[in-house]
């Protein structure tokens, strides 16, 4: 089974940045389609980004479009979110999926999730 390991998430100060990684051992990232999905305490889980395998334009939420960017390193096996500006509102656990298909899922429903960095951003 794909397992997939979120790092980088932190305490932030609100314009501040962290950049997230996604990363598996075993598996060739590449081949899946990678999202970001947040879940912050109350709410309901958020779609944030999604890359597919095809090398076509990411997806991103209207929340952070501007601010977050997705990317691939395929040297390193590595899927990353740069985020930047960030807000209280950022606040969230974050977590990296893959869908085998290649695609970004509707909904996000993907196959495999990893277990989610927290990301805090302070006042």
């Known amino acids: 089974q794909l397992q997939l390991v979120e790092s980088g998430g932190g305490l932030v100060q609100s314009g501040g940045s962290l950049r997230l990684s996604c990363a598996s051992s075993?598996?060739?990232?590449?081949?899946?389609?990678i999202a970001w999905i947040r879940q912050a305490p109350g709410k309901e889980r958020e779609g944030v980004s999604c890359?597919?395998?095809?090398?076509?334009?990411?997806d991103y939420a209207d929340s952070v479009k501007g601010r977050f960017t997705i990317s691939r390193d395929n040297a390193k096996n590595t899927v990353y979110l740069q985020m930047n500006s960030l807000k209280p509102e950022d606040t969230a656990v974050y977590y990296c999926?893959?869908?085998?298909?290649?695609?970004?899922?509707?909904?996000?429903?993907?196959?495999?999730w990893g277990k989610g960095t927290l990301v805090t951003v302070s006042s």
């Open positions: 999926a893959a869908d085998s298909s290649g695609l970004c899922v509707p909904n996000y429903g993907m196959d495999y």
């Open positions: 075993g598996f060739t990232l590449s081949y899946y389609g």
């Open positions: 890359i597919s395998s095809s090398g076509g334009p990411p």
